[in-house]
């Protein structure tokens, strides 16, 4: 899976398919933990893990 350098989703931790992930590049991690329960626990209790194959709708 191609993720683009650019992007935080290197450091995302809500992926089903975790050991697939490549590694993130050598730089300080540029995104912040979440500090609320729904944005840390609540939104994999709602829907669960997102898969790498997930596209947002048109």
């Known amino acids: 899976m191609c993720i683009d350098e650019a992007s935080s989703a290197y450091w995302f ?3 089903r398919e975790e050991d697939d992930l490549p590694q993130p590049p050598d ?25 790498m194959a997930e596209r947002p709708r048109s």
């Open 13 to 15: 931790t809500g992926y």
């Open 27 to 51: 730089i300080p991690r540029p995104v912040a933990d979440a500090r609320t329960w729904l944005l840390s626990a609540g939104w994999i209790r709602a829907g669960g893990l997102i898969s």
